[in-house]
């Protein structure tokens, strides 16, 4: 059994919600959302002060007047507006860092409960029993349909192929704490991926597995579109290597074209000609060798100063006794 952290209990959690068109699910997530609270606060698990806070990514519908509503008959909800859409990663973001300086502990999930809110128990016990982060991780998946199942999971192994620190399954159904949330207000940078940077915090970490279920109404909010824009964005923030890759391209032309100078000499030994064409073959492959090169050289020092601009803070410190 581990050791409960007593000088926790009662924290304060928020619960934080992006919404962008979320008119036909926000009656039902509420609803859900509010008994779930009320019955955490009952066991004392969480203080009176715990709010949901559902942040409007600048909703075209109804979404910002349901929010304004759900504030005024139950204190338990408060909004934030952004000024226009700006992506769940940014609406997630700009909720956490809102309620940073509010909760010791905020918990993020989607506006259509696809994560199974029951989950929240038990990441409430990892949060007691010392952790910072607490991740919720898809153990199955049978509601989503084929293509974005087996799209999601090729995602996660490519990123952690790339070099990427990505927790597989894990989408942002996810507890943090204050601290954890101190130390993640310190990364500035505007390409946004959190399910990579989170991982990159440190501190002590636990999962809860969960049942990814169906949407409760409405349409999914991730066409496409929007889905490889995110796969893009998490492979390109968190990896330089598809540039390493354009140098070893360039390498391996090189090696190839030079082994095939080798063969066409030992012909040329042999008797056979050293044709124009022969020639040609070696030069094209020598000169799209050497652009290569060349490119993915450029490349490396161009991914430094991708990293350099970002400002990541070169460490965090966890405690110091004096
Ligand atoms: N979302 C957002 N801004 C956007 C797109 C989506 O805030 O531009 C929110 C959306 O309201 C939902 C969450 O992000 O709460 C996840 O979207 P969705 O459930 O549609 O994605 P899916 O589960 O289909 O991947
Ligand atoms: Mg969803």
Sequence with gaps: MEQLRTDRRGSTLYIVVPCYNEEEALPETSKTLREKMHALMDRGLISEESRVMLVNDGSSDRTWE???????????????????????????????????????????????????????????????????????????????????????????????????????????????????????????????????????????TGTVAYERGERVAGESKYPLKKMLSLAVEGITSLSAKPMRMIFWAGAGSLVTDLVLLIVFLIQAGCGSAFTGTKLLVFLVILFGGLGLTGLGVVGEYVGKIYLEVKHRPPFIIKQIVE
């Design 66 to 204: 349901l929010i304004c509503k759900l504030h005024e008959a139950d204190r338990l909800f408060c909004g934030v507006c952004l000024s226009r859409n700006r992506g769940h990663q940014n609406a997630l973001l700009a909720g956490l860092m809102t309620a940073k300086d509010r909760a010791d502990m905020t918990i993020s999930m989607d506006a259509d409960l696809q994560d199974d809110v029951n989950a929240v128990d038990e990441m409430l016990e990892k949060y007691y029993a010392g952790c910072e982060i607490v991740y919720g991780v898809r153990s199955a998946r049978e509601k989503d349909t084929f293509f974005k199942r087996s799209t999601a999971e090729g995602f996660y192994k490519l990123v952690a192929k790339l070099g990427g620190e990505i927790v597989y399954n894990h989408a942002d159904y996810r507890l943090m704490s204050k601290t954890a949330l101190e130390a993640l207000s310190e990364y500035s940078e505007v390409n946004l991926f959190l399910r990579g940077i989170v991982p990159m915090l440190g501190y002590q």
